[in-house]
């Protein structure tokens, strides 16, 4: 994959532009978004008496830095798939939050909207990041086939998000 800006990864330094392998970029990045998103999930929905503020500062500086760094790899262009994944995670979050909290016995409609921002955006990037590893991990980065893949990608996340939706 070809970065979109300059940065270090493991010490070493790439120029815009550079060929990096997507093993160096996506497993580490897919496990570290992950664990930021599962401790801000936790703070939202399960922490006790977890301020506002903090879950805001502690969930925004690492947003703002995830965006940072995929703007940096990815390019700005590509950024605009955020966009899509929004409108895909407003579908896709109600029901997928709403189903996984249903199993820890709690109801989605329990808490202010306000609770959800942070959950949710981690939801649209880590969409984000996948929509990525796909494209790349299948080699769709050309045109005609990155518009298959990407109708494939919709398809499949629409779809599984409907039949959690039915299915709660």
């Known amino acids: ?53 903090f879950l805001f500062l502690h969930g925004g500086f690492a947003i703002i830095a995830y965006i940072l760094f995929y703007v940096r790899i990815f390019g700005f262009d590509d950024v605009k798939w955020a966009l899509i994944n929004a409108f895909l995670g407003f579908v896709g979050i109600y029901t997928q939050m709403g189903w996984i909290l249903d199993y820890f016995g709690k109801d989605i409609d329990n808490y202010p909207f306000y609770i959800h921002i942070i959950p949710f955006f981690y939801f649209v990037l880590y969409t984000f990041l996948l929509r990525q590893a796909v494209l790349d991990i299948t080699g769709s980065r050309e045109k005609e086939r990155e518009q298959k893949v990407e109708l494939g990608y919709v398809a499949v996340l629409l779809g599984s998000y409907l039949l959690s939706y039915f299915l709660r």
């Not at 330094?13 to 970029?25: D, P, Q, T």
């Not at 496990?31 to 006790?48: E, P, Q, R, V």
């Open 1 to 53: 994959m070809k970065i979109h800006g300059s940065l270090k990864i493991n010490g070493k330094y790439y120029a815009k532009g550079s060929e990096v392998s997507w093993f160096s970029i996506y497993p580490f990045s897919l496990f570290h978004m992950l664990a930021f998103g599962l401790s801000g999930f936790y703070m939202a929905y399960f922490a006790k008496n977890v301020e506002l503020k």
